[in-house]
């Protein structure tokens, strides 16, 4: 006796299509990377989901700090609708300079960092990043030594410069859209306990969609390896039994594939559920698009 059914009753508007789209704003970008995101042409019907989709397209580029599609409902009786995307640009290079130290048994280290990222070289979304890292670590070796039944513990400890560059460039739209191929090159010297070593790494790439859920990458990686300096014999490298050998320098290459599958989906939208029986109050809107 004290439960009320509320019943909605909606009058749908007709069926709409997309009109004419206009694009505003800034573009950092060439106009065809926009207008390739944009696939909303006059005469299409008109749907929400498309423009959610148009949206996201657009902030996937990487270079938009804003992205606002409109469309233009002001008049109820028009069935073709006028679209606006207005789009406000990001900016494209960023620089960040930080630095630290670590402190962990036997090792110490003390570094200074560079990272530089440029979004969109050339207006044709391009992406550069480069960055480095420069420092200085120590590295304490305990060893016991036997003299006379005696156990000794003798302490080493040894320091050296440190460096790292990476550098990476990403071409989108090759071969077509939806891929890209990218270059990423490194250089290394550090220390570790028993040696010095440097080490230069390449590994170009291509990754792109295979379909709305599959996507593709295939790279070829490739290391060098040079011992600087060694604080023990090689001999004794090769007490453990074989095929364990010590080489020096040694490359190392591998061709990495990966292919996720992403299942990931839109929250379904609510389903009306069907109207209750009892005491009803009804109510009506109309709607500019059906």
Do not use: M
């Amino acid at each position: 006796s004290h439960t009320v059914s509320i019943r909605l009753i909606a009058t749908p508007g007709p069926v709409c299509t997309f009109g004419d789209v206009d694009v505003s704003g800034q573009l950092p970008v060439l106009r065809r990377y926009v207008d390739d995101e944009v696939r909303i042409v006059a005469g299409d019907r008109y749907r929400l989901s498309d423009l959610g989709r148009t949206q996201r397209r657009l902030f996937g580029l990487g270079v938009f700090s804003v992205v606002n599609v409109r469309p233009d409902l002001s008049d109820p009786t028009r069935t073709q609708v006028p679209l606006r995307v207005e789009l406000a640009p990001s900016k494209s290079r960023q620089l960040r300079v930080g630095g630290g130290f670590a402190l962990d048994p036997g090792k110490q280290d003390l570094h200074v960092t560079t990272d530089f990222r440029h979004a969109n070289l050339w207006r044709r979304l391009v992406r550069l990043e480069v960055g480095t890292s420069v420092g200085y670590t120590t590295i304490s070796q305990v060893t016991e030594v036997l003299e006379d039944d005696t156990s000794i513990t003798d302490v080493v400890s040894t320091g050296a410069p440190t460096l790292l560059v990476q550098a990476g460039l990403t071409v989108p739209r090759v071969p077509a859209r939806g891929w890209e191929v990218y270059q990423d090159i490194s250089y290394e010297q550090g220390i570790e306990p028993g040696y010095r070593f440097r080490t230069p790494t390449l590994s170009p790439g291509i990754r792109g969609r295979l379909s709305q859920r599959l996507t593709f990458e295939l790279a070829y990686h490739f290391r060098y390896f040079h011992h600087l300096s060694l604080s023990f014999s090689a001999s004794a490298l090769l007490r453990p039994p074989p095929p364990f050998a010590f080489s020096d320098p040694y490359t190392l290459s591998s061709l990495p594939q990966h292919v996720p599958l992403d299942r990931l989906y839109s929250p379904p939208l609510p389903r009306p559920r069907p109207p209750a029986r009892g005491p009803t109050r009804q109510t009506g809107r109309v709607a500019p698009c059906g």
